[in-house]
């Protein structure tokens, strides 16, 4: 019998896509996930425009994790322009990037991923039964939002960073007065960590490539080399000789392989496996009072991973606030000149590359954005060939949330709402 699995909507992610599973004489022939969202053009966007405009446009590619965007492109400009930042911007920006993760991994844990591992619909269906579980997160959330304005100057897409540094520095007592409500997340952190463990994560490993940024004095998130689990390790002058961007028919977004054409995970996993030694010590004993053992070859269990990140963030980013005190100007005066240049962040989700040409008037005439959705989209589809054998003869309603769930344990960037998959399931 032959029979087609149509998901013709993902939602709670962020972007348009759809799924389609083909089987032919009872086997699976064909898995299609394809991402049609009308392109977005954002590389288009900057052609022509000045660098100083850069940042700010490219933290309109995501509304969760806009510091990504902003960070990897300042770095790649800094890089073409020759501009080395102080340390104490260097300081400031780690601190701007802890607050999206706080914000980021709450919003995933509770909001997202964690309804479907508890047996949920939603977060709304659960804080009917959990009303203390949802008023944390919320609250969790709410503080990285706080401080990424307190920085930035908004809580989504913020205004303050710039190619060198930052047009101001935020007020010193105001960046203080936040420390106590991170203590509190902090504590929270670990109580996640706890919780975690009692989650029901299906039964699900796989054997990747995991890549992820690392450095040897700190866990690496905010810059680095390009370290796989297979023992590469690249600088990001060289991403594109490795990992490479390739059209799809079915997709508006790019696929992402290594030059062997293997599939590969980028994101807190890939992130844990990799640097787990260069936690924060806190982190490190939640992470083993849970007895965690790694690697991590599950990719439900990403949730996990961003348990511990966010014991990791809190803690950093209480010693950041604590030791704030910037000197001199917040940013580096610039003198134009032709140049091209790289940059490379560990966004929430993954890796993320920007690369971009300036000729002399400060003006881009190339730009190169790698999001990481868009470099787990061939391992996602890897894996949905891996799940699908054991789902597709299942009732609808339960193959249709067993995708949702594999789906959704990577967080792809894309567009909240209220369901994620709509399955209709054709047979001949």
């Known amino acids: 019998m032959n029979q087609d699995i149509h998901i013709p909507a993902l939602a709670r992610v962020e972007g348009e896509g759809a799924l389609t599973i083909r089987l032919k004489d009872g086997a699976i022939n064909e898995i299609l996930l394809n991402i049609y969202e009308p392109p977005r053009f954002f590389e288009g966007f900057l052609h022509g425009r000045y660098f100083q405009d850069v940042p700010d446009i490219t933290a309109r590619i995501c509304g969760i994790c806009p510091v990504a965007y902003q960070m990897s492109s300042v770095q790649a400009l800094e890089a073409a322009l020759q501009v080395t930042i102080t340390p104490d911007v260097r300081l400031l920006r780690q601190l701007l990037y802890c607050a999206e993760y706080i914000e980021s991994h709450a919003l995933h844990i509770y909001l997202l991923q964690g309804p479907d591992l508890v047996g949920y619909e939603s977060a709304i269906s659960l804080a ?3 009303p203390d579980l949802v ?31 930052f047009y101001r520095w935020p007020a010193q007592d105001a960046i203080h007065a936040l420390i106590p409500e991170l203590e509190w997340a902090r ?11 009692t989650l029901n994560y299906p039964d699900f490993e796989q054997d990747y490539e995991f890549i992820a940024l690392s450095r040897l004095d700190e866990y690496a998130i905010y810059d680095g080399y390009i370290v796989s689990s297979n023992g590469k390790r690249t600088p990001p002058e060289e991403f594109e000789k490795h990992y490479l961007e390739t059209h799809v028919e079915r997709s508006n977004a790019l696929h992402s392989h290594t030059v062997d054409n293997g599939t590969y995970f980028v994101g807190p996993l890939a ?9 924060r010590p806190i982190a490190r004993q939640a992470a083993k009072d849970i007895g965690l053992k790694l690697p991590l070859r599950n990719p439900y269990k990403g949730l996990i991973a961003r348990a511990v990140e966010l014991v990791h963030s809190c803690d950093l980013a209480i010693e950041l606030a604590n030791d ?13 000149r032709p140049g091209e240049g790289y940059g490379v962040s560990e966004a929430p989700r993954g890796l993320l590359y920007h690369r971009y040409v300036v000729d002399e008037q400060g003006l881009i005439r190339f730009a190169r954005i790698t999001p990481p959705t868009a470099q787990n989209f061939a391992q996602m589809e890897a894996d949905l060939w891996a799940l699908a054998p054991t789902v597709v003869n299942l009732p609808q309603e339960e193959a249709s949330l067993s995708f949702e769930h594999l789906l959704r344990s990577y967080d792809p960037c894309i567009s909240c709402a209220t369901h994620f998959l ?7």
């Open 324 to 336: 704030y005190q910037p000197q001199g100007p917040s940013f580096k005066e610039i003198k134009l």
């Open 422 to 428: 709509k399955l209709r399931i054709d047979r001949e």
């Open 271 to 279: 992130r844990l496996n990799l640097n787990y030694k260069k936690l």
């Open 135 to 165: 008023k944390k997160a919320l609250r969790l959330k709410k503080i990285g939002n706080d401080l990424l304005k307190t920085i930035g100057g908004r809580s989504v897409h913020p205004v303050n960073t710039c190619v060198g540094g």
């Open 128 to 130: 009917a039964d959990a």
């Open 187 to 197: 504590q929270a952190s670990i109580d996640t960590v706890k919780w975690a463990t």
